[in-house]
């Protein structure tokens, strides 16, 4: 009898070494999982941040500047009329159209219609848009506001009207629209449509 509960009880011994054993390792194991997930979770929060430092780093490093400005269009009848009469005459309304950058433009004649083998017709539309590089273009916002990053340079700025590319300014800059870009700077570049009677 002394014996069989000796046996007993050093199964029951055994058995909750057992599992005390398996308790340790096993809370041993939890630890060393959650510290692992520690670890890989700071390991990503320092290649974001080392991909946020790279990021401004470039931004820093890069040769670039923005053109900012406002499309305008002016219509109607501004002409003078009687005293008291209604004018239809609307002047420098914000509008959304396409705004294009393209490599600058140095021929005078660019934004002009032949009218017969030596002269122009001055008319600010881009007589052959396609023999120019694009470089790029936005949509200026429903105010006619639009703001474009580019490298630094010189470009040609025209703006969508009928259907046409067109400067306004254009006799203003030789012919060109010049605008220049210089790095970390802001040049502010107004695009203005005139179909007003004046």
Not at 92 to 105: K, Q
Not at 122 to 143: F, H
Not at 149 to 169: A, H, N
Not at 175 to 181: A, R
Request: charge should be negative; include cysteine.
């Amino acid at each position: 009898m002394k014996n069989g509960f000796l046996i007993v009880l050093g199964i029951i011994l055994i058995v909750g070494a057992f599992f005390l054993g398996n308790s340790i390792n096993s809370s041993s194991s939890n630890n060393s999982e959650s510290l692992q997930v520690q670890i890989n979770n700071l390991e990503l929060q320092n290649n974001q941040l080392q991909e946020q430092i790279e990021d401004l780093t470039n931004q820093l490093n890069k040769e670039t500047g923005f053109v900012f400005g406002k499309v305008t269009l002016d219509s109607g009848n501004c002409m003078p009329g009687p005293p008291g009469q209604e004018s239809s005459c609307s002047i420098g309304e914000g509008v959304s159209r396409t705004v294009y950058v393209r490599e600058l433009i140095e021929d005078i004649h660019a934004f002009a219609e032949p009218f017969s083998e030596n002269s122009y017709v001055p008319t600010g539309y881009l007589q052959d848009p396609s023999a120019y590089r694009l470089i790029k273009s936005v949509t200026s916002d429903s105010e006619g506001n639009f703001r474009i990053e580019l490298p630094s340079g010189k470009y040609t700025l025209t703006v969508e009207d009928e259907e046409k590319e067109y400067c306004q300014s254009w006799t203003e800059n030789e012919g060109n629209c010049l605008v220049e870009i210089i790095k970390n700077q802001e040049t502010e570049f107004d695009l203005k449509i005139d179909h007003a009677s004046h």
